[in-house]
């Protein structure tokens, strides 16, 4: 669960990225796909349209967010991994009597 996290991260900064240059016509659609998607009460413009907004200023900071995030679990992850490596070792002599 917490590997995901970098990757959701990751993929808002995208989003961001790509709503920030859209042309004015493709992001106004964009927008009402989006409400389309969310029920009546929640479709209000006062609700997506900041929140675009917001995505698109703080992508960059979500970028390298992500991208330490990623790091640090990706580190984690040889930390987890070289734990059991001595048990296997030990299994491997067992069996082949090395």
């Known amino acids: ?8 991260i990751a993929v808002m900064a995208i989003l961001g990225y790509i709503a920030g240059n859209l042309d004015p016509a493709v992001y106004q ?3 009402h796909q989006i409400e389309n998607i969310f029920p009546s009460v929640a479709s209000s413009q006062n609700l997506i349209r900041p ?6 200023k703080d992508s960059g ?3 390298i967010l ?3 995030l990623a790091f640090f679990n990706g580190s984690r992850l040889f ?3 070289a734990k059991p490596l001595p048990i296997c070792r030990f299994v491997e002599r067992v069996i082949y009597g090395r």
Request: charged residues 5%.
């Open 1 to 8: 669960m917490v590997a995901m996290f970098p990757l959701v």
């Open 29 to 31: 659609n964009l927008s």
């Open 51 to 56: 929140a675009l907004q917001q995505l698109e």
């Open 61 to 63: 900071i979500l970028g």
């Open 66 to 68: 992500a991208i330490i």
């Open 79 to 81: 930390v987890f991994t």
